[in-house]
């Protein structure tokens, strides 16, 4: 019962930015967008989240359309350690809640 | 401030034998989850726990598999007994409240022969 849809890997140069889409066509008014990414061999990290504003943090950017179906995650200067697999999640943001890990996007900085 | 610790890092048993994973959540956070992950199945919720009650265990597999959280700052996941198909890196992340973020431990990579 996934809720987004990925594409399955992307490539990037380094030094350039990185533009992850994720759609969320059945997004409920209540939820909000999470985005998570695993580097090999460690565990998920957590990295930005957003309701329906823009939001912009040290490690990334998250750019939510307005009809909230879809939103974008961007890394603004991507470096080789940012290569990773790279999760967009939608949930609630009231009681306890689980996150559903998709298949998400593998990207790829190449030097 | 140290992250999620998770002990051991790396579990090597026989098939039958008992196996216990541990965790320490950030201190403060009152949730604390456990994930299973394998290339068939991606990342899996096993169960969570907000302020040391269960609270969703449907993703225990069955009951070989138990976990307990006796304190705010220590939780177990143990299987018992163990069996081939056991064999992932187990999770434990831990968050402030049960809707925020998560932040998650190394893993303990499980193999059971």
């Known amino acids: 019962d996934a809720k987004t849809t990925q594409p399955p890997s992307m490539d990037c140069a380094e030094g350039r930015a990185a533009n992850l889409p994720c759609n969320h066509s059945?997004?409920?008014?209540?939820?909000?967008v999470y985005w998570y990414r695993q580097i090999h061999s460690q565990g998920p990290q957590y990295i930005i989240h957003?309701?329906?504003n823009n939001e912009t943090n040290e490690m990334a950017s998250l750019i939510i359309t307005e009809d909230r179906k879809s939103s974008t995650l961007i890394l603004p200067h991507a470096t080789l350690r940012d290569t990773a697999v790279y999760y967009c999640?939608?949930?609630?943001?009231?009681?306890?809640?689980?996150?559903?890990f998709g298949q998400g996007t593998r990207l790829t900085i190449n030097p | 401030d140290a992250g999620v610790i998770q002990s051991p890092r790396h579990e090597v048993t026989e098939m039958g034998q008992e196996v216990t994973l541990r965790c320490k959540p950030i201190?403060?956070?009152?949730?604390l989850f456990w994930y299973r992950q394998t290339m068939m199945r991606g990342l899996e919720l096993l169960i969570y726990f907000n302020n040391n009650v269960p609270i969703d265990d449907s993703g225990m597999p069955e009951d070989r598999f138990s976990a307990k959280m006796p304190n705010a700052s220590f939780s177990t996941l143990k299987i018992q007994p163990s069996e081939p198909r056991d064999s992932a890196v187990y999770f434990c992340?831990?968050?402030?409240?049960?809707?925020?973020?998560?932040?998650f431990g190394p893993g303990t990579r499980l193999t059971v022969t």
């Open positions: 999640i939608v949930r609630t943001d009231q009681g306890a809640q689980k996150l559903v």
């Open positions: 201190s403060g956070h009152n949730s």
């Open positions: 992340a831990s968050s402030w409240r049960a809707a925020g973020e998560q932040y």
């Open positions: 059945t997004i409920s008014g209540n939820e909000y």
């Open positions: 957003g309701l329906k």
